[in-house]
C-alpha cells in the first residue's frame, strides 16, 4: 500500500491509458475487483481504478457485487495498531463498513445485496468459547476456533456454528426470499496419526438453519456427509448448484473440485484434481464455474466441460460471468490482472496479486 502513490506517480498517464486502451474493443461495460501485488485492494469499471478505504490497515478484499452500478465489497481490514484484530468488513462505493470490532480476528468473504437493499455478508470469526484440542499425539493447547458467520448491513445476523471446531461461510446468494450461505464446518485432523489427515465437512445453511436432503424415511440428512467444502453457490430461479471440492481418501495428499444439485448428486469434474473453485455463475441455460489448479493453471467449465485459459501454469481464473453466451473470467496472466472474453486475455497492465470479483452489463446506447 505505502508504494501506491509512487507507481501511480511513475507510471502517470502510461497506466491509465493502457488500462482504457485494453477495453475500447469491449462491448460491454466491465466491472473487476482484485488485490494489487502491492497491498492495495481495489475495484475497476471499464479500466478506471479506485481504491477501497482503509483507514489505520490494509484492505484485503474477497469477494464483490453490483447492483444498480453501486460496487459492493466484502473482504478484511487488517490493523496496523497491534492491540487489534483484523476486522471483517464491506465496502459499498469504496467506503468502508465495520462488521467486528477488532477483539477477535474476522473475515467477510462473501456478499450480496437482497431486493429490499440489505447487504448481505457472511464469513467467520474467532469469537467462540476457548476449546481443548490436541496439537500433537499426546499434547493438548487451548485455542478459539472460528465461527461461521451471517452479518445484514452491520450487525450480526447469525452465528451459524458452535465455536467447537474451525468453520466459515465461504458464499452467500439469495435464494428466492432466502439467505443461502455455504462453507464448511468441523475443520480439524482427525488425531490418529502423528502426522493427520485434514478433516472438513461440507456445511449449507438456510436461514441460519443447517440444511440437508430428505431421505426414503422422512428424514433430513447432510447435502454432503465426506470430508470437503462448498465455495460456491449459483441460483437462476429454477435449479441450485453448489461447487467445491470433494476428498474421500484421507490418506492422499489430493482432492477433487465437485459440483452438487439440490438432490446432492456429486459430479466430479474433469481436469479438476487439487482445483480450488473461486467462482460461478449461470445464464438460465447454462452453468459455468472457474477455478485453478496446483500447477497455476487457470480453467473454466460449461456443464460440466473444461476449457484452459493458457496451454501452461501463467494464469488463474478467480472469478466468472457470462452474457448472452460471452464468457468472461477475470484473473491473471503472468502477474497481470484482467480477464478473458471468449479465451481472449484483456489486460489491465497491473500487477495483481488476485482478482475476486467480476460483473457484466451491456453499454447503455
Known amino acids: 500500500m505505502k508504494n501506491l502513490l509512487r507507481i501511480t506517480m511513475l507510471l502517470g498517464s502510461t497506466l491509465g491509458l493502457a488500462a482504457m486502451t485494453s477495453c475500447n474493443t469491449e462491448p460491454n461495460d466491465v ?44 473482504g478484511q481490514l487488517q490493523p496496523k495498531d497491534r492491540t487489534k484484530q483484523p476486522y471483517a468488513v464491506y465496502w459499498h462505493n469504496g467506503k468502508i463498513h465495520l462488521l467486528t470490532d477488532g477483539s477477535y480476528m474476522s473475515c467477510a468473504k462473501a456478499v450480496t445485496v437482497t431486493d429490499a437493499g440489505d447487504v448481505i455478508t457472511a464469513g467467520y470469526a474467532y469469537d467462540g468459547p476457548v476449546t481443548r484440542t490436541r496439537s500433537a499425539k499426546f499434547e493438548y493447547t487451548h485455542r478459539r476456533m472460528s465461527v461461521a458467520k451471517c452479518w445484514k448491513n ?61 431421505t426414503p424415511q422422512g428424514e433430513w440428512e447432510p447435502l454432503h456427509d465426506g470430508c470437503g467444502a462448498f465455495y460456491t453457490a449459483c441460483y437462476n430461479g429454477i435449479d441450485l448448484h453448489i461447487a467445491g471440492y470433494s476428498d474421500d481418501n484421507l490418506e492422499s495428499y489430493g482432492y477433487y473440485a465437485c459440483y452438487w444439485d439440490e438432490q446432492g448428486w ?53 472469478a466468472i460471468a457470462v452474457l448472452h453466451g460471452d464468457v468472461y473470467v477475470a484473473g491473471t496472466q503472468q ?31
Open 31 to 74: 466491472w473487476l475487483c482484485g488485490n494489487l501485488s502491492d497491498g492495495t485492494a481495489v475495484y475497476w469499471i471499464n479500466g478506471e481504478q479506485h481504491t477501497l478505504e482503509s483507514p489505520g490497515g490494509e484492505a484485503v478484499a474477497y469477494d464483490m457485487a453490483v447492483v444498480n452500478g453501486d460496487v459492493y465489497v466484502a
Open 266 to 318: 456429486e459430479k466430479e469434474l474433469p481436469d479438476s484434481y487439487n482445483v480450488r473453485i473461486t467462482g460461478s455463475c449461470t445464464d438460465l441455460s447454462d452453468w459455468y464455474l472457474c477455478g485453478t489448479n496446483d500447477g497455476n493453471q487457470g480453467i473454466y467449465w460449461k456443464n460440466g466441460k473444461s476449457a484452459k485459459l493458457t496451454p501452461d501454469g501463467s494464469s488463474s481464473a478467480d
Open 335 to 365: 502477474g497481470q490482472g484482467g480477464y478473458w472474453r471468449n479465451g481472449e486475455f484483456q489486460s489491465l497492465e497491473t500487477r495483481v496479486e488476485n482478482m475476486v470479483g467480476i460483473y457484466i452489463k451491456e453499454k447503455q446506447k
Open 154 to 214: 452491520n450487525t450480526e445476523l447469525y452465528s451459524l456454528t458452535d465455536g467447537k471446531w474451525d468453520a466459515a461461510c465461504e458464499d452467500v446468494i439469495m435464494y428466492g426470499p432466502n439467505i443461502l450461505l455455504i462453507g464448511y464446518d468441523l475443520e480439524r485432523n482427525r488425531f490418529e496419526r502423528f502426522v493427520d489427515p485434514y478433516y472438513r465437512r461440507p456445511s449449507i445453511w438456510i436461514n441460519g438453519n443447517s440444511y440437508g436432503k430428505s
